[in-house]
């Protein structure tokens, strides 16, 4: 194309308006975007889950001194050792 037939872009400053945002939805399709938020939330949800019951774990762990499975584990290994 030659430089004058191509179309020209308007470029503005500031922030995306809204109706910007509701064309990409309207064009990922919103039930994809919904689901896309959802998962994320979900993913994050799951994370900070995570994240309190490894707290939880740890404090309960400096109480007691030990984590419990090590004993689970060690008499396991001693009823394998002994049969």
């Not at 399709?29 to 900070?48: E, L, P």
């Amino acid at each position: 194309m030659k430089e004058s037939t191509k179309p020209k872009e308007k470029m503005e400053r500031g922030s995306v308006k809204g109706h910007v945002y509701k064309q990409y939805i309207a064009a990922a399709s919103t039930i994809g975007v919904i689901a896309f938020i959802a998962m994320n939330m979900a993913a994050q949800a799951f994370q900070i889950v995570g994240n309190l019951v490894l707290r939880s774990w740890g404090d309960k762990n400096l109480e007691v001194g030990t984590t419990g499975a090590s004993r689970q584990f060690s008499s396991h290994a001693l009823a394998a050792q002994t049969s």
